[in-house]
């Protein structure tokens, strides 16, 4: 074994994740060559050094600031719901509640829910004028997809509802705390 691939090893070797014939590789390296026996042993004592530190939980205004950063919003503070910043003055209180969430996921649910009558009740129709088959057996036979597809949607609907509430709780948060 080489130097090199030695101290590739040396994470895996200290946490007992090797294969039995790799770590007796490295034994035997660590027999004959000083300098990796020497890095071994400094990863050693680091990781007792890691071991003896206490686990220190970090501060929510840290949690917060780096759920902000990746998210796309200004360190320590919370974007106002409704967005618009960019707008002229004077257009930002015609236009500022069609950028509100809740207007937003309204609108969305309900351009879904035409698509889905859209999308189903053209395939209902072709079931009826393709294979002859009766009107009502042809719309039941769209009921279970579209239950289906209807709770995926309600389902994605309700985890942004609760994204959309735990930002707002924050918000509400820090507003407070800037007072």
Request: glycine share 6%; with cysteine.
């Amino acid at each position: 074994m080489k130097c090199t691939q030695f101290e590739s090893h040396v994470c895996d070797y200290l946490d007992d994740q090797l294969d039995p014939q790799v770590r007796y590789e490295m034994d035997q390296h660590r027999v004959e060559c000083s300098a990796c026996v020497e890095a071994l042993e400094e990863a050693e004592f680091s990781l007792a050094l890691l071991r003896e530190t206490e686990q220190v939980e970090p501060p929510a205004e840290l949690i917060g600031d780096i759920i902000h950063e990746t998210i796309g919003v200004g360190t320590g503070r919370l974007a106002p719901a409704g967005g618009g910043e960019s707008l002229p003055a004077w257009l930002q209180p015609f236009v500022q509640p069609f950028f509100q969430p809740r207007f937003v996921m309204g609108m969305a649910m309900t351009a879904m829910s035409f698509s889905v009558a859209t999308f189903y009740g053209d395939r209902a129709i072709e079931a009826y004028r393709d294979n002859g088959t009766a009107a009502p057996a042809a719309i039941q036979s769209l009921v279970e997809p579209v239950e289906n597809f209807w709770e995926r949607t309600v389902a994605v609907f309700d985890s942004a509802a609760e994204f959309y509430e735990l930002q707002s709780g924050a918000s509400k948060e820090t507003e407070e705390e800037a007072q």
